[in-house]
């Protein structure tokens, strides 16, 4: 039997399929059987929100303590000749790695740079 | 487009706020051990008299959001802005009781608390999305500002376009760098203030005035 922890990459693609609950649970489901994260592109504010508040409500003594979840800075993308005009330049999200908060420590992060020490045990 | 939809949602929050005629809510956010509750019994015992509620060193002291009504303050130049304060616990990803029993509560204790601050983080996200008009964003001036709570309960408020103050606190101490928060949101203004001296908090209010009135 493989030892070790589970990396889910999950694609821009697949994300984009998903409403803002179903990406909720997938990442929670995924992150409290102890595997980690990474989605291709971040997710918006509204998540971001959203998964804090259902993080909130499954976390238990002796059990899941919550996650630990790192991004790159938010870069703002070209909104176009429009966009410029009014001032609308939308932020883009970034690639995120978010695991269970008593396996994953970030050891180092930069603008273009995570580093990240995941434990196996839990 | 971005513009449109940024007037329309002004539009709409004041027409909600004026038809509900409802005084406007001042969130106090920020990571926990900030000093949040600190500054709001500042800000309520200057101008009410009274406090929100206790503190102490343990982090998630506050695990309920708690308001208090009908705060009406004057800035220099006459202008006044009234809201009700609502008091929020120390937004976080992770809770472990664990962290409680270092400073000396039993394990009952320390698991009752840590139940109650994951109910009261869950708590100020969902006022934050649904029933806050402005935030002042507390942050303990000694630590790294860059902490990912912090640069995503920003972007967040960001999103919902609230105006924001941040508050650069505990100046009293001697490791506190205002300047590296204005470094790290230079998108927002930066207040260093004291609220346990109560230092600089005439331009706090000043500030208030003129970004939530």
């Given at each position: 039997m493989i030892q070790g922890v589970q990396i889910d990459l999950i694609s821009a693609e697949r994300l984009?399929?998903?409403?803002?609950?179903?990406?909720?649970?997938?990442?929670?489901?995924?992150?409290?059987?102890?595997?980690?994260?990474?989605?291709?592109?971040?997710?918006?504010?509204?998540?971001?929100?959203?998964?804090?508040?259902?993080?909130?409500?499954?976390i238990s003594p002796d059990g899941f303590a919550g996650i630990e979840m790192e991004t790159y800075p938010v870069k703002e993308a070209q909104g176009g000749f429009l966009g410029k005009l009014f001032g609308g330049r939308r932020p883009e999200t970034?690639?995120?790695?978010?695991?269970?908060?008593n396996q994953l420590k970030t050891l180092r992060k930069d603008k273009d740079l995570i580093s990240a020490w995941v434990s196996s045990s839990r | 487009m971005a513009f449109f939809v940024n007037t329309r949602k002004k539009i709409s929050r004041f027409l909600k706020a004026f038809f509900r005629k409802r005084t406007s809510r001042l969130g106090i956010y920020g990571p926990p051990n900030a000093g949040k509750?600190?500054?709001?019994?500042?800000?309520?015992?200057?101008?009410?008299?009274?406090a929100v509620g206790p503190v102490s060193e343990i982090p998630h002291e506050t695990r309920r959001v708690r308001r208090k009504e009908n705060i009406t303050i004057t800035g220099q130049n006459g202008s006044s802005v009234t809201f009700d304060i609502v008091d929020?616990?120390?937004?976080?990803?992770?809770?472990?009781?664990?962290?409680?029993?270092?400073?000396?509560?039993?394990?009952e204790e320390a698991i009752k608390r840590a139940r109650e601050a994951t109910?009261?983080?869950?708590?100020?996200?969902?006022?934050?999305?649904?029933?806050?008009?402005?935030?002042?964003?507390?942050?303990?001036?000694?630590?790294d500002p860059f902490q990912?709570?912090?640069?995503?309960?920003?972007?967040?408020?960001?999103?919902?376009?609230?105006?924001?103050?941040?508050?650069?606190?505990?100046?009293?101490?001697?490791?506190?760098?205002?300047?590296?928060?204005?470094?790290?949101?230079?998108?927002?203004?930066?207040?260093?203030?004291?609220?346990?001296?109560?230092?600089?908090?005439?331009?706090?209010?000043?500030k208030m005035t003129e970004y939530f009135g």
């Open positions: 984009d399929k998903l409403t803002m609950m179903e990406k909720i649970h997938l990442i929670l489901d995924e992150v409290m059987e102890g595997n980690i994260v990474v989605l291709e592109k971040g997710l918006a504010p509204e998540e971001q929100s959203k998964l804090i508040e259902v993080t909130m409500r499954e970034r690639l995120t790695v978010i695991g269970p908060a | 509750t600190t500054l709001a019994n500042r800000i309520v015992r200057d101008w009410v008299g009274d929020t616990p120390g937004v976080t990803t992770k809770i472990d009781y664990n962290e409680f029993m270092e400073y000396g509560l039993e394990k109910e009261g983080v869950a708590e100020a996200m969902h006022w934050l999305r649904e029933d806050i008009d402005g935030v002042i964003y507390v942050l303990d001036a000694t630590q990912q709570v912090n640069i995503m309960l920003v972007g967040i408020i960001e999103s919902r376009n609230l105006p924001v103050l941040i508050v650069a606190n505990k100046t009293d101490l001697p490791d506190a760098s205002p300047a590296r928060i204005k470094s790290a949101f230079p998108q927002h203004p930066v207040i260093p203030v004291s609220g346990l001296e109560g230092t600089n908090v005439e331009e706090l209010y000043e």
